[in-house]
T-cell receptor, first 113, second 111 residues
């Protein structure tokens, strides 16, 4: 079992829908939780990160972390075709003074007009 | 915007040849990572440096892969000899704290 599990999808939704993307993890030492977006043939780009449990909102994006369940989510409101990409969750905890992200495999999202 | 620059963007090589990938991290970032991405495995950490010192390369096949950071503006990943199973996209990323920025990757095909 991988440390971070993420359903690869694809997840196909109509424009305007609310999208829910999720990851589970097994390492209770993880403290930082990140979401990256990766367009085809590009590198991942950091969308947002949270520390420990709780919610964080940035525009149409909301990240939730539930450390008791080892479960994190990313919600996208009013989804747009330009949101079509692969979304990767990542997590990190202290390791020799560094925080090294461990990634999920990514969920492919398709938003159709 | 500051960015991580990787070269080459694409590389096709024959099995057994040496491959060198280069990365210019963002100035001021103290951590540099090398990741490999495949459909089957996703993003796998190969090696990372902090303040140019190699801290962990346990993700790399030691007999054929090597990673170095000769100065603050250059990180290299070398494969010698290359094998078809090395075909993947190799990403360099640099970071400071929790802010990690990825390059556009080197797409390697070994035939």
């Amino acid at each position: 079992q991988k440390e971070v599990e993420q359903d690869p999808g694809p997840l196909s939704v109509p424009e305007g829908a609310i999208v829910s993307l999720n990851c589970t993890y097994s390492n209770s030492a993880f403290q930082y939780f990140m979401w990256y977006r990766q367009y085809s043939r590009k590198g991942p780009e950091l969308l947002m990160y949270t520390y420990s449990s709780g919610n964080k909102e940035d525009g149409r994006f909301t990240a939730q972390v539930d450390k008791s369940s080892k479960y994190i989510s990313l919600f996208i409101r009013d989804s747009q075709p330009s949101d079509s990409a692969t979304y990767l969750c990542a997590m990190s905890g202290p390791s020799g003074g560094s925080y090294i992200p461990t990634f999920g495999r990514g969920t492919s999202l398709i938003v159709h007009p | 915007d500051a960015r991580v620059t990787q070269t080459p963007r694409h590389k096709v090589t024959e099995m057994g040849q040496e491959v060198t990938m280069r990365c210019q991290p963002i100035l001021g970032h103290n951590t540099v990572f090398w990741y490999r991405q495949t459909m089957m495995q996703g993003l796998e950490l190969l090696a990372y440096f902090r303040n140019r010192a190699p801290l962990d390369d346990s993700g790399m096949p030691k007999d054929r892969f090597s990673a170095e950071m000769p100065d603050a503006t250059l990180a290299t990943l070398k494969i010698q000899p290359s094998e078809p199973r090395d075909s993947a996209v190799y990403f360099c990323a640099s970071g400071l704290g929790q802010q990690t920025t990825f390059g556009s990757g080197t797409r390697l095909t070994v035939v």
